[in-house]
């Protein structure tokens, strides 16, 4: 039978401060595991995240291609030559699939508008005969920008096609005039790839992929449990306990963690190496580390989300609305260098810049700390201070 | 106006029939066979936990919920497609469950009006008619610009219910607009529908989970487990079930209390109070009865009454043994924390939020082992009190003690020494009862020992045994409310704090959930302060605070707090007429400004029991109204309160025109 010496089991803590600490530890683990226990219990969020970190990392790898391929050509051939049909054929793949002749520039025009083709070249009568009079030619090419990415690295490659073909028929010609070799002035570039020698697209995707994950899922598992408590009221019954704001937060950071990483390793066992063949330059640990410290930065602004919303609803859409910029502009849908000024600076707020620095430099150049120190230093500031804001709207919201 | 005659000449008249009504959502049997019928004029009450089936029942008549079985026919028109659901919409008015959940909160008061008279092709003209004369009746025409979301909960009922009723339907659906809200608005709520029931001739079906408020109905039905129990009038309910109910005080009471169970199925304490139900209509013969079940128990104060409705649920309840939840096992007796002693001194306390003053100068005292009752509308500041005794928000001024720790620099150790159950259910639905019982332990610093031991101690004392690993979310509301205290008393604490635990909970359940708190209290010496929108359950309390505006403006035992309204305003009697609604302009003529319907019935206060008495009758009698019946009534905690804030609500309203 529960006695008084039940009591005094129950608040001894006047004791050493030794049994303070464990007593405190004792209550993070409770709340800790009581998080990973509900997590457990739903199971469509259980397949989501399993789908986000599996299947879904490999659908981008292998779907999202930011590189020319496959861009649908037009000829107009108004010269039927041999210079015409030697152009034609220097458009090749994967770059470019030829879809056929027009026999007139307005059609082309049509479907460029109508949108089934992509580049409309035009070759002038006379082409042939131009270049043998060594006359300057002109030929028209019309691209499709409505996409402008691939419109201008349309516009590029086929420029250079033509360039090339032109400074093969000056060549051939001086070579014609004159039987010895003579010397040229040239310069040509000779490019030396280094970290993914392959040009491999699908390990940047996958990665990046891998990130966008754990930004979302970092943000939104913890904040949807801390709001589901304030919904359900479970967090005032927490509150007249004798568990602290900071455990209550720390508790939901620390389980979700603890998934966020499980998840990642998933990723990166059945997805990144043996699918996409990523190379793990660097400590796979230290990767996991960071990761770790990135988690624990945007749960942080997760919870300070959390602490000024009332449902999960208006969790969802800060998440649109913080998540979003973030995603598309710390660098891993565009290149950082290529925004505007204010944009960066900006951005520097971001956490997500940081570990995306982290990661890549890890993964696929390979680098250690001796390098990346400046960033994961700024990286565990931004997470201080968004944890620190997060707990103090906690605390102020009920006092 | 046919309306008003219509209980005595339009039987046949049926709006709603429903037979042999199933309702399934996947594998669970919502409702199970159910037969009812409405008829023109009246209101038909569905009386039942929650859970039982009413809902369903309600959305189904209102065409707005397909069924697996059975027939509905309203105003004659089978409602089994689409096509016929819209064909009836036209005449019915349907009020979802919830405080406002029908209404837009961003809109005023007018606005939501004006949209649901638009959305019903009102006309300008009738609406105008029509709005003017129900924002008078329900005084909210003072509010007319005021966004929804900034009412208190009656006033959206109220607002609810003129949405609802502003096309003037021939059948009103109501699911549950009382609860919640509080005692005077239910009151006020209560005679609005009736006034404007009998003056345009509606019909009504409404749902409640309060069993005090069946009498309030023509006719009704009982739902327990999705199947009508019961049906019928109040008064052929009554009958069904005979017996008395003895009231009395004797001591020592647990012991009482131990004897009288073993011949009474209804044994209930109420302060000093003892209630019992005796299967008898016979009073001298239910008397004997106790006597002879107390043995050497002398009973003092005793008196026999005419059973409430609640009591003859209960003991239908009992009868049909449907309830497997009554735990044999009695809560063992823990360990006593001392009578002596206060657990709980609020002196002056003062909370501001911004420049409005949400409490102002409470005091109050509660000794270890006493159940103390806050109580008050919503909004009246209870929560409040309790969130500042617990620690979890700071008093502007004032101070506090609770367990022997100051509320002001020891909050710490107060929410070491304190349980908590807060208003809505607050553990983890989707845990299961070990685990959220194990949670609460780790959170308190349990060690394994003392871990297992208390997980027992609940277990038993909550009557959870064969629960443990089911999922709290699967639970029965009366089981979860047992957990809920279960996980409060993890700890042992000396004082229990209890926001309104019992919303939802079937009669039978929140007895059950009585009796532990009144174990608790006697036996182990915990300090229980607790607030209820329940008026009946009030009365299990030792004292009790009435809360108006942040104030204490009546407190005292439910003893002394009815005497103290019998001294002021005289006795409460109750009057059966033929003609109703007649009657309560005649007796208000007559000078008994307060009387009011109560259902069929009328209840008024008469300073001079005699003299009034026979002034009423007269009063009745000479305007040709035939009196069935004209009695006192024991006065309810609930006409105290309505009579405490209604004399407040005036004071108020002369001091702001003076």
Known sequence: MPGPELEERVNRKDGSSFEVVRLWALRLVVMTRKELLQLGRDVPLLLFLLYSFSLSVYISGAGIAMQLSNASLLVHDGDHSESSRELIHRFREPYFRFDGDVSDPKEGLARLDRGTAMVLLDIPPRFHESILGREPVTVQLQVDTTNAPQGLSAAAYAARIVGGFSFDLALSRLGAASNNQMPMPMVESAHRVWFNQDQDETWFQSISHILRMITLFAFLLPAAALVREKEHGTVEQLLVSPVTPLQIMLSKVLAMTLVILAATTLAMVTVLKPVFGVPIKGSASLFLLVTVLYTFTIAGLGLFAATVTKNQAQVGMIALLVIAPMLLLSGITTPFEAMPPWVQSLMALSPLRYYIDVTYGVLLKGVGLELLWDSILTMALLGGVLFGLGLWRFRRQFA | MEGKEALQTQHSDTIVRVSGFVKRYKKDVAVDGVDLEVRRGEIYGLIGPDGSGKSSLMKAIAGVLTYDAGAVDVFGTRVDSERAAERIKPNIGFLPQGLGLNLYPELSIEENIDFFAQLRLVSDRDLAERKTRLLAMTRLERFRDRPMKNLSGGMKQKLGLICTLIHEPDLAILDEPTTGVDPVSRRDFWSILTELLQEKGMTALVSTAYMDEAARFHRLSFLSRGKVLVSGTPMEVQTLVPGSVVTFETTPQVQAIARLKQSFKQVESLGPLLHVFTPTADQSEARLQINTALGDLVPTALRVDEPELEDVFVALLLQKAEHKETSDAQPTAEAGHGRDGLAIEAEGLIRDFGSFRAVDRVSFQVKQGEIFGLLGANGAGKTTVIKMLNGI??????????????????????????????????????LTVEENIRLFAGIYGLDKRAMSERYRWIITMAGLSGYESSLTSRLPMGVRQRLALGCALVHNPRVLFLDEPTSGVDPIGRRHFWEILSRLAREAGVAILITTHYMSEAEHCDNLALMYAGRIVAEGSPVDMKRQVEHEAGR?????????????????????????????????????????????????????????????????????????????????KQEAAA
Request: aromatic share 8%; proline share 3%; hydrophobic share 45%.
């Open chain 2, 572 to 652: 409460l009697f109750e009057v059966v007429a033929e003609h109703p609604a007649k009657a309560l302009v005649h007796l208000r003529q007559a000078g008994f400004h307060r009387a009011a319907l109560f259902g069929t019935k009328l209840h008024f206060f008469c300073r001079d029991p005699v003299r009034d008495r026979d002034c009423a009758r007269h009063a009745l009698e000479g305007s040709g109204v035939r009196v069935i019946s004209l009695h006192e009534r024991p006065l309810s905690l609930e006409d105290v309160f309505v009579y405490r804030v209604m004399a407040l609500e005036q004071a108020a």
């Open chain 2, 393 to 430: 928000l700071l008093p502007t001024g004032g101070a506090g003690r609770v367990a022997g720790a100051d509320m002001r620099t020891a909050a710490g150790s107060i929410k070491e020494r304190i349980g908590y159950m807060s208003q809505a259910f607050s553990l983890y639905l989707d």
